[in-house]
Structure formats: C-alpha cells, structure tokens
C-alpha cells in the first residue's frame, strides 16, 4: 500500500478528535515528503529509528543549541530548557507511532518500530488543575486591573496576556495568537481564533469578553513593532513572540501581588486560569 494512501485510509475510519487527525495528518504527510526527498529516497515502511530520529532533529536545531540529537542526554536537555518544544516532539512521535500502527493492521509492515528511546519524558498532568474558585477569580481580575507601570514596562502586554488566558486559551495558544486571526465585528465585538501549536491551523473561535476587548484595545497601539514576518498579537523584545513559559511567569508575578492568591494551595498557574474562565461557575 502506498504510504500517503494509508494515510488517508487511516484518517477517514480511525475514531480521532478533530484536532487530532489535523495534526497526525499534517507531522506524517511531513514525515513522508522527507522520506522522499532524501537521497537515496527513506522507504516509510522499511526504515529505522535512526532516519526518524534524523527528521526530528530538523525541528530541534534551535532548542538543541548545537549538541547532536544523538541520545537521551540531548532529550534531556530539550525537556530541562524547552519544554513546551519537548511535549511538541513527543506529540510528534505519537503521530508516528500511530500510523505505524495502522501499518501494522493493514498489513504494510510486520512490527511497529519501538520509537520509545525518541520520547523526551515530559510528563503531562493526566488531571485538569485545579481551578479557581468565584472569590479568587474576582481577586484575580482585580489584580491584573492593578498590574500597572510600576509592575512592568509592557503591563499593557500583561493584562492582555492574562485576560486571553480567562477566555479559556491555553498558554500555549495565547503565546501564539496570530493577529491575522483577530476579527473586529464592527459591533464592539471581537473574535479571535485559538492557534494550533505551529500556526498552521485555527481551532476554536473565542468571542471576548468585554474586559479582554479592552484590554486589547488599549495594548494595540503600544504593540512593539513586530520583527519581520512576524505575525503574532503578543510580542516581546526584538519584536518576537513571548516565549512559552511567560504565561505561567506572569501569573505568579501578578498573584504574588495579592496575599490569597500568593498562599493558594496548589499555586494559580496559567494553566488553572485557562480552565477557570471569565464567568462559569467553577468546580471547587
């Protein structure tokens, strides 16, 4: 069977979320044009763990800063220093081994390949955290209103940050919010659509609430400049994206501010304020 057939075939039957099946579609149709564009050209269905630790590296020049991809040290130092990138590298490898697994079951190949030793370890929290309760909500919205100049020199930045955040977007998508993907209805309202992991996809369409609508609204002219071909809404220095553990920073910089939110056992991430949102009534 031809490796991009079975690929299709596996989509249109396998019993995936959405967002799921667009990302396996997307990493494996890139697994298999660099299978094709090496030389001699990688057959998908006899290949190594080598050639896919090969292709991975390519997507952790940055993180790797010039070590070899060449073992668990080099996973280790991406999970340590970028996480974000190792849980993207992990989801790349379960998209892998799942197709390899349809492989299997279509008769393509005889044992899926053990990818295990190409896991970075990151762990992801199996449980959703803890949101806030009403009360600490409120103490929340009343400290990002008071994050002011005296905080930070981009607290107009902040409070936009933090309010994406109580819209329900990850930290991660917030980080990567493509102002392209930002809609003024004309009617005082504003849509934005939640980010894939690597800008290539719009998921969720978030209408914002009136606090975030103002706060975007006062960060826009103050937005430093963006760097060239760089589209994202929240950028740092340079002109580039914020990195993705500024969220979570943010949120203990300003719940520090305050002493309940300070002491909250467990602590107010970025996370937490994600699943909390602006108005539902949250689980204690």
């Known amino acids: 069977m031809d490796p991009s057939v079975l690929l299709t075939d596996w989509l249109d039957t396998a019993p995936l979320r959405s967002s799921s099946r667009i990302e396996y579609e997307r990493e494996i149709t890139r697994w298999l044009t660099w299978c094709a ?28 800063g010039g070590r070899p991809f060449d073992g668990p040290d080099a996973l280790a130092h991406v999970a340590e220093h970028h996480p974000a990138a190792a849980l993207t590298h992990d989801r790349r490898i379960t998209a892998l081994t799942q197709y390899y697994e349809a492989a299997k079951q279509h008769g393509a190949i005889r044992l899926v390949p053990d990818l295990t030793m190409l896991r970075s370890g990151v762990d992801r929290d199996a449980n959703p955290p803890r949101r806030l309760t009403p009360q600490e909500r409120n103490l929340l919205i009343y400290c990002i209103g008071m994050w002011g100049p005296d905080n930070a020199r981009h607290y107009l930045r902040d409070r936009l940050v ?27 309202t504003w849509e934005v659509r939640a980010p ?7 998921g969720k369409k978030h209408v914002l609430e009136p606090l975030t609508v103002a706060a975007l609204k006062t ?6 400049r963006p760097a060239e071909g760089v589209h994202t809404l929240i950028l740092g220095q340079g002109g580039r994206p914020i990195t993705a553990e500024y969220p979570n920073k943010l949120v203990q910089q300003i719940c520090s501010t305050q002493p309940t939110l300070a002491q909250r056992n467990p602590p107010v991430t970025a996370d937490a304020i994600a699943h909390t949102g602006f108005w539902d009534t949250p689980d204690k």
Do not use: K, M, S
């Open 162 to 188: 933090a309010f994406l955040l109580l819209e329900g977007l990850r930290p991660a998508e917030v980080t990567r919010v493509d102002i392209r993907h930002l809609y003024d209805l004309q009617d005082g």
């Open 196 to 202: 894939d992991y690597e800008y290539e996809a719009v």
């Open 37 to 64: 564009a090496q030389n001699p050209p990688v057959n998908p269905f006899d290949t190594g763990i080598e050639d896919i630790a090969a292709w991975c590296a390519g997507y952790l020049t940055d993180q790797l």
């Open 219 to 224: 960060y826009l002219p103050h937005r430093i």
